[in-house]
């Protein structure tokens, strides 16, 4: 190729307006963009960093707790109230500044009271909604599923409203914290009160046929013995959602049975008492979850005599309480005083979600080696005295309280609880040789 030929071909094309450049000058441009480019990497990684930055300070910003319960179905009301005192609780403390600074949010699933759905709903709440924590849930069956899926994605699980032995104990992952007694702590307390305060001799199991109620009747019939004299006159388990108690009501009634050893919730505590009411009973229920205002309203008379008992029964003598009670109604003065009382659902989850901020505290941090190290063996004071957290199964260890359904109280126009006395946690816990967890021996 001629020097003359491409001199002609430069200048035919810059004649017409195109670039053309010697293998030199392409050299040289390139060498000049390389230098460019150079000079701006540092600056577009520090751009790129500072856009990391941001995207993980917003998601460190807050704080974000899980609840799944039951939000639809028969259980709706007892379920709608758990998250109210979940929401009380997260209100409460986003008021006073948040948790270590941050704001705590809370995202909501329906469990619809089934495992699977549960399974599904939890697994959202973590993948999806980016859950630090699951908090929950009405129904152990539904507790045991959700465990699971805890466990699976390393996240703590805070139980406040379900009992069955079996979660810290068979069952028992180290993600699962539970702040409401077990079965084996309620049937020892009602053993415990019922031998030291009546003289009832003859008694009927009867509970629902899933884990709450199976492991209450083992532990029943395991305890009755302690009562002087006691005789157990008959032992059954009904399907959940029970209509027609009638069969159940007759077998009791020929049985001859003074008191019926329960744990039945809900519907099928009410459709209990209102049928053993109408086909003429003598028995009373002992173990129930009576203080329930909504159900209790429907019940009406037909429960007077009978017993209740749980850990955090509000005792309006206790100025903690008291001013607890006083301070929700005024926050929901404009709800209606029955669904949106404090005494029963609300009052568990507030307190169970306080010891849950107090162990994010102490542990500085949601991550979950970090909170399962602050947590175990560690003490709270609640309104009902000191508790502590178990080390080895990470169950609550605390006092009870009982007391009988009355007409005449401090809560309602309707029955409701009476004057309480306190079982002491010495003869309520169950010793850690009994449970069925090998960190327990």
């Known amino acids: 190729m001629s020097q003359d030929w491409v001199k002609n071909q430069i200048g035919v094309r810059k004649k017409e307006g195109i670039s053309f450049l010697t293998s030199m000058e392409r050299r040289t441009k390139m060498e000049k963009r390389k230098v460019v480019c150079l000079a701006l990497l540092p600056l577009l990684v520090f751009t790129a960093l500072i856009f990391m930055v941001t995207l993980t300070e917003a998601a460190e910003g807050k704080i974000v707790i899980g609840v799944l319960e039951p939000l ?44 699977d759905v549960a399974i599904r709903r939890a697994t959202k709440l973590i993948l999806e909604d980016k859950a630090d924590i699951l908090v929950g849930s009405l129904g152990s069956h ?3 599923a959700i465990m699971k899926v805890a466990e699976k994605y390393n996240k703590i699980f805070v139980i406040p409203n379900s009992e069955a032995a079996s979660i810290t104990g068979k069952d028992f992952n180290p993600y699962v914290f539970r702040t409401t007694p077990s079965t084996g702590q309620r049937t020892s307390a009602i053993i415990s009160y019922l031998s030291k305060n009546t003289k009832f001799k003859k008694f009927y199991i009867l509970c629902m046929d899933f884990a ?19 005789q157990l006159v008959g032992e059954d388990y009904h399907p959940l959602m029970m209509k027609d108690f009638a069969p159940y009501v007759s077998k009791i009634i020929a049985s001859g049975a003074e008191v019926v050893l329960t744990t039945n919730l809900g519907p099928d505590l009410s459709n209990l008492i209102k049928t053993g009411k109408s086909l003429g009973w003598k028995a009373i229920t002992a173990g129930g979850y009576l203080f329930d205002p909504v159900m209790m309203q429907d019940v009406q008379d037909a429960a007077l005599g009978h017993l209740v008992f749980n850990h955090s029964l509000i005792d309006l003598n206790n100025p903690l309480q008291r001013k607890f009670v006083q301070d929700f109604k005024e926050r929901y003065k404009s709800e209606d005083p029955i669904g949106y009382s404090p005494v029963f659902g609300v009052n568990d989850y507030y307190y169970g979600m306080q010891w849950l901020f107090d162990a994010i505290k102490r542990a500085g941090s949601t991550d979950s080696a970090k909170m399962i190290k602050a947590w175990e063996g560690a003490s709270y004071n609640m309104p009902w005295g000191k508790v502590t957290m178990r080390a080895c199964d990470h169950q609550i260890i605390t006092p009870y309280k009982a007391g009988p359904i009355v007409r005449d109280n401090e809560f309602f126009s309707f029955p409701f609880i009476g004057k309480l006395i306190t079982i002491p946690e010495e003869e309520v816990t169950v010793s850690q040789t009994q449970v069925e967890n090998p960190r327990c021996k």
């Open 142 to 144: 539904i507790c045991l």
């Open 72 to 115: 639809s179905g028969p259980l709706k009301d007892q379920g709608e109230r758990f998250v109210l005192g979940a929401k009380y609780a997260v209100e409460e403390l986003n008021a006073k500044g948040g948790l270590m600074g941050k704001e705590v949010s809370l995202v909501v699933e329906d469990t619809n009271y089934k495992p």
């Open 212 to 230: 709450l109620g199976r492991e209450a009747g083992d532990g029943f019939r395991e305890k009755v013995s302690k009562i002087p004299g006691a």
